[in-house]
Nanobody, 122 residues
Framework: QVQLVESGGGLVQPGGSLRLSCAASGSIFSINVMGWYRQGPGKQRELVADITSGGNTNYAGSVKGRFTISRDNAKNTVYLQMNSLKPEDTAVYYC????????????????WGQGTQVTVSS
């Protein structure tokens, strides 16, 4: 019913920047929270940042001051601007949405994108 498609990953040098995008489509009434998670090799998936429909944001301490999350509610799209990238940021980045597919807004389901690879290396 709902698909999240991510884009924008790639290979960058330390100190470089990337902007990730994730567009949700399908039977969407509204999206409560959208977020970015990442999973490095041999590591657990961790929250990078999330943002509510009202624009409130939350960041992992490791990315504060470097990453900025934003969303376009009209497009059902969330972005992650990543600056001053470090090798430690290398991971597969996934977006997540808590989605209401009907006007029953208290019933939310969690959807994940397929992930996009970010590699930070000289």
């Amino acid at each position: 019913q709902v698909q999240l498609v991510e884009s924008g990953g790639g290979l960058v040098q330390p100190g470089g920047s990337l902007r990730l995008s994730c567009a949700a489509s399908g039977s969407i009434f509204s999206i409560n929270v959208m977020g970015w998670y990442r999973q490095g090799p041999g590591k657990q998936r961790e929250l990078v940042a999330d943002i509510t429909s009202g624009g409130n944001t939350n960041y992992a301490g490791s990315v504060k001051g470097r990453f900025t999350i934003s969303r376009d509610n009209a497009k059902n799209t969330v972005y992650l601007q990543m600056n001053s990238l470090k090798p430690e940021d290398t991971a597969v980045y996934y977006c997540k949405g808590l989605v209401a597919t009907t006007a029953q807004l208290d019933y939310l389901r969690q959807y994940w994108g397929q992930g996009t690879q970010v590699t930070v290396s000289s």
